[in-house]
């Protein structure tokens, strides 16, 4: 099992920052895949980032958008900057396991105001 919890999500004007972590813990070894999805109201979640255990990393949103890990704490991160009011949704970590087994953050929201 693996447990994820996710902070940093708040309200920022646009063209502002936030970062966004994701702390797991339980049975981190066995993650191979890190990834940020993200649900606005009234659409279905989409993929943000995605960063592999070998550190390379897969862009949805390119050019504002970067996601890194520190391996040492369990943890990625989401910086994201330039954020516009589109951008506001729930946004949810997600892992993959080398068992095959997915698992996912409670989410953190994040508001852009225009």
């Known amino acids: 099992q693996v447990q994820l919890v996710e902070s940093g999500g708040g309200l920022v004007q646009a063209g502002g920052s936030l970062r966004l972590s994701c702390a797991a813990s339980?049975?981190?070894?066995?993650?191979?895949?890190w990834g940020w999805y993200r649900q606005a109201p009234g659409k279905q979640r989409e993929p943000v980032a995605h960063?592999?255990?070998?550190?390379s990393a897969n862009y949805s949103v390119r050019g504002r958008f970067t996601i890194s890990r520190d391996n040492a704490k369990n943890t990625v991160y989401l910086q994201m900057n330039s954020l516009k009011p589109e951008d506001t949704a729930v946004y949810y970590c997600?892992?993959?396991?080398?068992?095959?087994?997915?698992?996912w953050g409670q989410g953190t929201q994040v508001t852009v105001s225009s």
């Open positions: 997600h892992v993959a396991t080398s068992w095959g087994r997915y698992y």
């Open positions: 339980g049975s981190t070894f066995s993650i191979n895949l």
């Open positions: 960063i592999t255990s070998g550190g």
